[in-house]
């Protein structure tokens, strides 16, 4: 007995032994892997992290280069060429100028200014001869539609002809350099007696029904200068 006893107890001695061993070893072994399972992970989130950050660095620079684009765009008018009344050839840069009691911007060349001529009308003077001038008058979509301001339109300025007698004024042209606009009609009524003619145009634009009325000399050519100005209301 006492030799089965001392050799399990020698045996249970040597199973706690290899235990230990065994025990030892596995937790060296681990530790060496876990330390170096860490620095990798670590490598890992550091090197994601400076990613990370180099992508969203980039992609905010590359957002705010096109934000800052697109205002350049938005804020850059061209310049506007016409004749004067004398048959002068004019260039001049455009500029933004708010309407002093309506509710809109017009870009207006030098020697144009901007006026208040009554309650939802201003008037565009042509400064070298305040005979020229450009009424404006805006209306809103919730008050009124394009087909209903574009009838009374033309059955004002059938009113108002030398015996009612006005055709078709063509501003395809300009119409075409404003791709906000959606609808655009004109007429012209001609005061041969007087060299005086009037160009009515009524269209379409964003939130807004715009109406220009262009009182100019027929001969003159600042007309479309005056419509071209008009045009850019906003």
């Known amino acids: 007995m006492k030799k089965q006893t001392l050799l399990f107890t020698s045996a249970l001695s040597a199973m706690l032994l290899l235990a230990a061993c065994n025990t030892t070893e596995k937790d060296d072994t ?6 170096t399972g860490s620095v990798d992970e670590t490598t890992k989130t550091e090197d994601g992290s400076n990613e990370n950050k180099e992508e969203t660095a980039n992609g905010s620079s590359e957002d705010t280069t096109e934000e800052n684009a697109g205002k350049d765009v ?32 017009i870009a207006l060349a ?12 201003d008037m565009v003077t042509y400064n070298a001869n305040d005979q020229i001038s450009m009424r404006v008058e805006t209306f809103s979509k919730d008050d009124t539609d394009y087909e209903e301001k574009a009838r009374e339109t033309e059955s004002t300025v ?40 009037v ?36």
């Open 30 to 35: 681990p530790v060496d892997d876990q330390t």
């Open 74 to 105: 938005e804020n850059t008018l061209p310049s506007i060429q016409y004749e004067d009344e004398n048959g002068q050839k004019k260039e001049s840069k455009l500029s933004w100028t708010t309407s002093p009691e309506q509710d809109y911007e």
């Open 110 to 121: 030098e020697g144009f200014s901007l006026t208040a001529e009554e309650p939802g009308r």
């Open 158 to 197: 059938g009113l108002t002809a030398p015996d009612g007698q006005y055709q078709p004024y063509d501003i395809q042209s300009l119409v075409e350099k404003n791709k906000e606009i959606q609808h655009a009609t004109g007429f012209i009524a001609t005061f041969a007696e007087d060299d005086d003619q």
């Open 199 to 234: 160009v009515t145009v009524i269209y379409e634009k964003d939130s807004k029904i715009v109406r220009l009325t262009v009182f100019d000399r027929t001969s003159s050519k600042v007309t479309n200068a005056l419509l071209e100005m008009g045009l850019t209301v906003k």
